[in-house]
């Protein structure tokens, strides 16, 4: 995420709880996929894991962009 996204996130992540919910979860999925990355094979279920993973962090990463596009239009209109 670009510096300006990270400050609007600090900005309103303790006033927003959607906000903090997706920004908490994608934390989570990003945990997760660093312990994954860090094992030497992954198995069948593990690739399947790390998929879907990607896919929910994704996902969360949209939602906190469409929370934020809100944040940026009130920032520019003061």
């Known amino acids: 995420m670009e510096k300006y996204d990270e ?20 934390r989570e999925f990003e945990r997760k996929l660093d312990e994954l990355e860090k094992k030497a094979f992954l198995t069948t279920e ?22 934020l596009s809100k944040y940026r239009i009130k920032s520019s209109a003061l």
């Open 46 to 67: 593990d690739e399947t894991e790390r998929k879907n993973l990607k896919k929910l962090k994704l996902r969360g990463k949209d939602q906190i962009e469409a929370i």
């Open 7 to 26: 400050e609007l996130i600090s900005q309103w992540v303790d006033k927003d709880p959607e906000l903090k919910r997706h920004v908490e979860e994608h």
